[in-house]
């Protein structure tokens, strides 16, 4: 199995659809959101030095993140693999992800794009907010990490393009129909 990155805005679905991925071709799942906050749970420095930046929807400096990365990449059971869920989320660490993987003999594989317009988006993150009680998802944070989103994250879609592995999913009102879409993409890819 290639290594799969899953691509969107807060809210798109990442986590649940890498978790439904995961489950149907045992690949490994490196969510760094879950591994800050993680961190965050366990009271390590770095985890203070993460919710600093998560509590205000503001990114990880891209060296602290890119070295977290690798030392989880190298944590996962070689040869299988790997979905990469919230990461890269600026040129720096896409560029960095390329080279990490490659020094490995190892390839990005299949970038998975969810879009989902905002109003949707924004439904789900607050409903999330009721049920997982995340401190990063109210209004406020959310539209910060939606407008850090269009200006560092976004423009990666074309660096994906470039790389000629991006393709795209658009959610039309179901996710079943979202699901079954995914996995005839990552099936014809590999
Ligand atoms: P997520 O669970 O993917 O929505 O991530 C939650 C928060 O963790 C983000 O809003 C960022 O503050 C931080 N974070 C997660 N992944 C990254 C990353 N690749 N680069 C920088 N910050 C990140």
Redesign the pocket.
Known sequence: MKNIIIFGA?GSG??TYSDEIVKRYNMGHI????V?RGEIKNGTELGKV?KG??DQ????PDDL?IDILAKVYDENEPGRGVIF??????IA?AEALKKMLAERGHEMGIMIELVVDEETLMTRLLRRAEIEGRA?DNEETIKK?FEVYHQKTEPLAQWFEKEGIRHTFTWKGSKEQMLDEIFAGIEQLN
């Not at 969510?31 to 879950?34: E, L, R, V």
């Not at 869920?85 to 600026?90: A, L």
């Open positions: 807060p990442k986590g969510s760094t959101g879950d800050l993460a930046y998560i929807g503001q990114l990880i993140m869920d919230g990461f890269p989320r600026t660490q990063d990490r």
